[in-house]
Nanobody
């Protein structure tokens, strides 16, 4: 079992930055892929970014590529999402998730474990 706890959300003006963290308890196996998704009110959950635990390969959703950076600290069992140049359309609840796959996974259905989410609100 893996438990995920996100933090770092908040209210920020457009153009600002936030850094989200996700601490994993339980055992993160080297074959895991971990990632971030987000969901705005009335919209479907959207892939943001993912990283493989073993070698740090990364992938990003088209809407955040070039602005967001995903990283992990294996020793601390912590996942990060650095978000720069934030836009109002980045507003939503951000979820950390872990998938028992050794490669990058883009679809939420492949993720086995989810955090409770952290709210990010970007004002215009």
């Amino acid at each position: 079992q893996v438990q995920l706890v996100e933090s770092g959300g908040g209210l920020v003006q457009a153009g600002g930055s936030l850094r989200l963290s996700c601490v994993a308890s339980g055992r993160i196996f080297s074959r895991y892929c971990v990632g971030w998704f987000r969901q705005a009110p009335g919209k479907e959950r959207e892939f943001v970014a993912a990283i493989t635990w073993i070698d740090g390969s990364t992938g990003y959703g088209a809407s955040v590529k070039g602005r967001f950076t995903i990283s992990r600290d294996n020793a601390a069992n912590t996942l990060y999402l650095q978000m720069n140049s934030l836009k109002p359309e980045d507003t939503g609840v951000y979820y950390c998730a872990a998938a028992n796959w050794g490669t990058l996974m883009w679809e939420s259905k492949y993720y086995d474990y989810w955090g409770q989410g952290t709210q990010v609100t970007v004002s215009s």
